[in-house]
């Protein structure tokens, strides 16, 4: 067997040397990385908390803010309703005045004909009446 030279041994010492030193920066690096990523996992994780909360907040708020207006719209749908009632109601008591009265005009016009009609009635009978009259003083 042929003799190992001198420089080998020292050549491969080195190189794992080198070889340890490369895998104890590839360590270092990858835990540094390993404990960059956890602070910005658990920054992430308090970030997405705040951002439910404030959304769970945001979604009360919708909440309350329509059922708020679920409960304008019924109690304004209540009052149109009532309005509605009133105005229709007020309807037929017009409608109603109104009959009484076409009824009382009507009743009114009658009786003024039937008056007009007297009066020309009578008219011609104290007009006759006064012709009679006449008559009889001129005659006696």
Known sequence: MTEIPGW?????????????ASF????????????????????LRTKLV???TEVRALGDKLKSELEGFVELSAEARRRLRGAIDT???????LDALVEVL????????????ALVR??????SV????????????GGR
Not at 87 to 93: A, N
Not at 118 to 123: A, E, Q
């Open 8 to 20: 080998v041994g020292p050549t491969i010492a080195i190189s794992l040397v080198v070889i340890a």
């Open 50 to 52: 705040a951002a439910a």
């Open 87 to 93: 105005v229709d109601g007020r309807l037929k008591d």
């Open 102 to 113: 076409q009824e009382e005009a009507e009743e009114t016009a009658l009786d003024v004909a």
């Open 24 to 43: 104890l920066l590839i360590g270092t690096v990858t835990l540094l990385l390993a404990l960059a990523l956890r602070r910005q996992n658990r920054a």
């Open 118 to 123: 007297t009066v020309r009635r009578g008219g």
């Open 126 to 137: 104290l007009g006759m009446a006064r012709a009679l009259r006449a008559g009889r003083r």
